[in-house]
């Protein structure tokens, strides 16, 4: 089968290479009905190898999460065949459900429903703490 | 609407607003009797301080407010499962202003993000205390007159103590401040403070397992309380203990004006015979706490005398 050109839909470029598979399941693509494409070790001037997600279809993604997990990514939507906006990603401010608290004294650890939040505290070493008791995440 | 969860939330010219509130208020009683005539403090207590839960009742009082509220989780609805927003939502129906204090870590946060009323954080489990560190601040300045220039030691658990982290944070924002760091090696400051406070700041600071021998630079010294729970075994907390007991001979050496501090309550990490000396000011300390509340309580209702 080839991959074929997307007439709509979505290509996540740059991803660091032997990402994909884990964007893939977080984003929960395999739920989608539409082709995914998922592209790994392709060579690229600018990396050297990277992995490329295509998917078939216009969704909405969570740019924020995406930027967590792996700020390089370049997002094309396409519609019509042709790319209608280029969105270079970052790291996010805050994440909201993407992290969870570890700390047992953290007040998320006893009001389940809680939204677990993190903020970003240290944009150079890639430091989230969670916004209630500070604890810093662990690092992916 | 302003809350105030953890002391960094203050900037160093409100800080200073709230120390020149608090002296002014220590002159001129009279003028503050009715300040907060017709307004409710409500002090949630989650967990038991006696010490803390008092003298917010007491600011509030002197200030002509009234004081409602629960000292334990028992008797509050939390015993019967309600959520510290749902609690807080509940509560500023009734109250003008709120006091909190929580084991959980983060649970004021919780309490300001849902309130509809200005939240005090008053200790929130080993994470921030910030009232008590205005009362530290309150202290120093009272007795030194200034936050700049000073050098303050640090000693005995440096690593667990939240009053200590706090209170570095606050006086690393002054100018020539230096922090001298004595405490066993098992509990010396974490190390992110000193990545992301101290060397930041550009702030002096040195660490030693020696009070003695630092002694003598001190201006400011603040007590902790080494616990034996945060040792691995009983022999090396008996080997260290001693070291971090202030005693009279300890302070020979020292400065004539240094000034000792100690967030209390104290249990044997400073000795009876110390009390005497002019230079303990750790019971003025929790007087000045009930001040510096008032001002604070004056400030987050935005009342001006
Ligand atoms: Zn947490």
Do not use: W
């Not at chain 2, 601040?137 to 706090?166: A, P, W, Y």
Request: aromatic residues 6%; proline residues 5%.
């Amino acid at each position: 089968m080839m991959v074929n050109p997307i007439q709509n839909g979505v290509v996540l470029d740059h991803i660091t290479a032997g990402k994909a598979m884990e964007i893939y399941k977080v984003l929960r693509l395999d739920k989608l009905g539409c082709t995914v494409a998922v592209i790994v070790n392709a060579a690229s001037k600018k990396m050297g190898r990277k992995d490329v997600l295509k998917i078939y279809d216009v969704i909405d993604l969570n740019f924020d999460v995406l930027g967590y997990l792996d700020p390089g990514i370049t997002v094309s939507i396409i519609e019509n065949g042709e790319v209608v906006r280029r969105i270079s990603l970052d790291l996010p401010e805050q994440v909201e459900g993407v992290l969870r608290c570890k700390n047992p004294r953290c007040i998320t650890s006893c009001e389940q429903e809680l939204p677990h939040v993190f903020k970003l505290t240290d944009r150079s070493r890639k430091v989230y703490r969670c916004i209630y008791c500070e604890t810093m995440a662990k690092n992916k | 609407m302003r809350s105030l969860i953890d002391i960094m939330d203050l900037t160093v010219e409100e800080i200073d607003g709230l120390v020149s509130t608090a002296k002014d208020i220590m002159e001129n009683p009279a003028k503050y009797a009715e300040a907060c005539k017709g307004k409710k403090l409500a002090t949630l207590f989650f967990e038991p301080s006696t010490r803390t839960r008092l003298s917010f009742e007491a600011a509030m009082y002197e200030l002509g407010g009234h004081v409602l509220g629960f000292s334990s989780a028992d008797s509050s609805s939390a015993s019967k499962g309600e959520s510290v927003a749902d609690t807080v939502r509940m509560v500023s129906c009734y109250a003008d202003i709120i006091a909190m204090r929580h084991p959980k870590e983060g649970a004021p946060r919780v309490a300001m993000m849902k309130s509809g009323v200005p939240i005090i954080n008053a200790g929130d489990g080993g994470h921030n205390h910030p009232t008590q560190t205005l009362a530290d601040l309150l202290t120093i300045h009272q007795e030194k007159g200034r936050f700049e220039n000073l050098t303050i030691g640090m000693c005995g658990d440096l690593k667990f103590g939240r009053t200590v982290h706090s209170l570095l944070c606050a006086m690393s924002r002054y100018p020539g401040v230096k922090f001298v760091l004595i405490s066993p090696a098992e509990l010396k400051v974490p190390d992110y403070l000193i990545q992301d406070v101290l060397i930041p700041a550009g702030v002096e600071y040195v660490e030693t397992t020696d009070l003695e021998a630092v002694m003598p630079e001190l201006d400011v010294l603040y007590m902790t309380r080494v616990q034996q729970e945060r040792f691995f075994n009983e022999a090396d907390y008996l080997r260290l203990r001693d070291s971090y007991i202030l005693n009279p001979p300890k302070l020979v050496e020292a400065k004539k004006d240094l000034i000792i501090l100690h967030p209390l309550p104290r249990v044997n990490e400073i000795a009876v015979a110390v009390d005497d000396d002019p230079r303990a000011c750790y019971f003025k300390q929790a007087l000045y706490a009930k001040y510096i509340r008032m001002a604070l309580i004056l400030k987050l209702l935005e009342i001006e005398v």
